[in-house]
């Protein structure tokens, strides 16, 4: 019988690490499987369909994706992803993050990447999204670089989102 894997604490905005350019991941690091999992088991619970390890608190190049299309469950695990190509033509798209939960803007990415990745069993995999899966991936991919998805807002934006955020989180430690 399989157990739930342990959550993990998700980072607040602004938690230094949320900042910090992550890692690679060495081939064949022992411990991604097992982190992999436990980010899943985490993002699914949250719930989100995108979770980058340095909003886990671990500074690697290590991100997992499930848009759970019609309501099944194709997790995607992504080590050392980058994106190697982009549209120049732009979509915007309302975003939210787990690191910054109930605080959703539109942001305006390219439409169309290219990312490659490595997959658990140390296999090269590309994709070529748009859509959902391409503004989540550049989301997540900008989670590796310390890069959140308010810094896509104007300052003026950015600097009320961020204020309320912070005021909210005050009152709930007073509670």
């Known amino acids: 019988m399989n157990a739930e894997p342990d959550l993990l604490p998700i980072l607040l905005v602004p938690d230094p690490r949320l900042r910090t350019k992550a890692k690679p991941v060495a081939p064949g690091d022992p411990r991604i499987p097992a982190l992999a999992e436990r980010m899943l088991a985490t993002m699914y619970k949250a719930p989100g369909i995108g979770l980058a390890a ?15 299309a019609e309501d099944r469950r194709e997790p995607m695990v992504m080590v050392n992803p980058e994106v190697t190509g982009a549209s120049r033509d732009l979509a915007a798209r309302e975003e939210g993050c787990l690191s910054l939960p109930g605080h959703f803007a539109e942001v305006t990415r390219p439409a169309v990447v290219k990312v490659r990745w490595t997959d658990l069993s140390g296999a090269r995999r590309e994709v070529e999204a748009d859509g959902l899966l391409a503004a989540c991936l550049q989301h997540e991919i900008d989670h590796l670089d310390g890069v959140l998805f308010v810094d896509h807002l104007s300052a003026l934006k950015r600097n009320m989102m961020l204020r309320k955020f912070a005021k909210e989180q005050k009152a709930k430690q007073r509670d």
């Open 54 to 68: 340095p909003q886990v608190g671990e500074s690697l190049r290590l991100v997992v994706v499930d848009l759970q």
